[in-house]
């Protein structure tokens, strides 16, 4: 069967923890458009193509129970409290690297000998930290996008707002927010269901099991949650995979190793380049993470304005099922 993709056009910002005012003082710069480092299609082999998943469809599949979604009306980006676009819309584009500057240079579409040549004093400290990935001043996006409200009660978020590309249909939309969501709460900033008790035998790391009253009690619940926003190999990545912080335990527990981790002080908003498909099927675009200056920056709260100076890219991809848009690849941006 044939799917109906949305003509894929602009360039989005999503802000991970605002809503989207209707009206803003802060003045939308219009920039001269620049060349924008988008996802290189790789040939493989091509995805079945399916129709489209409606958002009640996609929300029955789960056996635990989805959140609630609003959806705002497509609306131009805003920046956050205190921040204002640069002047000339532009920033240095980067990037944080856990793997060789061979895998980044694949990732990211640049040779690996132009990525050298742009990092000759790039050194490795158990990742590259700052990557220079253009050297032209790279001009930042400002095109419409969705604000979905995530809610779920059983949920301790202290986000529940993303913007996310205008472009998606409703349950691509709806899953991105709910993988934001979970991840800033339970994946990416912490790990652990509470209340929670000690285990008696623990296995390693995993000394902690989830008690009644916590999010996700039953591990067959979360399994069937991950299943439902995200692809398998990432599901297994946040439980059951061999270095997952969530394993099963007896009677359908779970079983978890705890740990928290701070938010970048730097970090103020995000953007994403326009999903582009590819020849698989799949969805790819950057997260683009606003950092301020850290030579110059000297905490929040003064009088501002603050102006992002550098912007940091991370690989987002969504790739198709028969039961809709999975999650394939999403860090946070902070």
Same mark, same amino acid.
């Given at each position: 069967m044939?799917?109906?993709?949305?003509?894929l056009?602009?360039?989005?910002?999503?802000?991970?923890?605002?809503?989207?005012? +209707?009206?803003?003082?802060?003045?939308?710069?219009?920039?001269?458009?620049?060349?924008?480092?988008?996802?290189?299609?790789?040939?493989?082999?091509?995805?079945?193509?399916?129709?489209e998943?409606?958002?009640?469809?996609?929300?029955?599949?789960s056996v @635990?129970?989805?959140p609630?979604?609003t959806?705002?009306?497509?609306?131009?980006?805003?920046?956050?409290e205190?921040?204002?676009?640069?002047?000339d819309?532009?920033v240095?584009?980067?990037?944080?690297?856990?793997?060789?500057?061979?895998? +980044?240079?694949?990732?990211?579409?640049?040779?690996?000998?132009?990525?050298?040549a742009?990092?000759?004093?790039?050194?490795?400290? %158990?990742?590259?930290?700052?990557?220079?990935?253009?050297?032209k001043? @790279?001009?930042?996006? @400002?095109?419409?996008?969705?604000?979905?409200?995530v809610?779920?009660?059983?949920?301790?978020?202290?986000h529940?707002?993303?913007?996310v590309p205008?472009?998606?249909d409703?349950q691509?939309?709806?899953?991105?927010?709910?993988?934001?969501?979970?991840?800033?709460?339970y994946?990416?900033?912490?790990?652990?269901?509470?209340?929670?008790?000690?285990?008696?035998?623990?296995? %390693?790391?995993?000394?902690?099991?989830?008690?009644?009253? +916590?999010a996700?009690?039953?591990?067959?619940?979360?399994?069937?949650?991950?299943?439902?926003?995200?692809?398998? +190999?990432?599901?297994?990545?946040i439980a %059951?995979?061999?270095?997952?912080p969530y394993?099963e335990g007896?009677?359908?527990?779970?079983?978890?190793?705890? %740990?928290?981790?701070?938010?970048?002080?730097? @970090?103020?908003?995000?953007?994403f380049?326009?999903p582009e498909?590819?020849?698989?099927?799949?969805l790819?675009?950057?997260?683009?993470s606003?950092?301020?200056?850290?030579?110059?920056?000297?905490?929040?709260?003064?009088?501002?304005?603050?102006?992002?100076?550098?912007a940091?890219a991370?690989?987002?991809?969504?790739?198709?099922?028969?039961?809709?848009?999975?999650?394939?690849?999403?860090?946070?941006?902070?």
């Amino acid at each position: 069967m044939k799917k109906n993709f949305p003509i894929l056009v602009s360039l989005v910002l999503l802000t991970a923890c605002t809503s989207a005012p +209707a009206d803003s003082a802060a003045a939308t710069p219009e920039p001269t458009a620049t060349p924008v480092i988008t996802p290189e299609p790789t040939p493989s082999p091509t995805m079945a193509v399916y129709d489209e998943v409606s958002l009640d469809d996609w929300k029955a599949l789960s056996v @635990y129970p989805m959140p609630d979604y609003t959806f705002s009306a497509p609306h131009k980006p805003q920046p956050q409290e205190q921040v204002t676009w640069p002047e000339d819309g532009t920033v240095r584009l980067c990037a944080s690297w856990n793997g060789s500057l061979e895998e +980044a240079a694949e990732t990211f579409g640049i040779p690996e000998e132009e990525l050298q040549a742009m990092n000759p004093d790039c050194a490795w400290d %158990g990742r590259y930290d700052d990557i220079r990935l253009q050297v032209k001043p @790279y001009t930042l996006p @400002y095109n419409n996008v969705v604000t979905v409200t995530v809610a779920r009660p059983q949920w301790d978020n202290y986000h529940i707002k993303f913007d996310v590309p205008a472009s998606l249909d409703k349950q691509a939309q709806a899953a991105l927010a709910t993988a934001y969501a979970f991840q800033y709460r339970y994946y990416g900033m912490s790990t652990g269901f509470y209340p929670s008790e000690s285990v008696d035998d623990p296995r %390693g790391y995993y000394t902690s099991r989830a008690a009644d009253g +916590a999010a996700f009690v039953k591990y067959s619940d979360l399994d069937s949650f991950l299943h439902t926003v995200y692809s398998d +190999a990432f599901a297994s990545e946040i439980a %059951g995979g061999p270095d997952a912080p969530y394993i099963e335990g007896e009677g359908d527990s779970i079983l978890f190793r705890m %740990g928290d981790r701070g938010s970048n002080i730097l @970090y103020c908003g995000t953007l994403f380049t326009e999903p582009e498909l590819q020849p698989d099927g799949s969805l790819e675009f950057w997260q683009l993470s606003l950092q301020l200056d850290d030579q110059t920056f000297e905490g929040w709260g003064g009088e501002g304005p603050y102006i992002p100076t550098d912007a940091f890219a991370k690989p987002v991809r969504l790739i198709p099922t028969e039961s809709g848009w999975r999650v394939d690849a999403l860090e946070l941006p902070n």
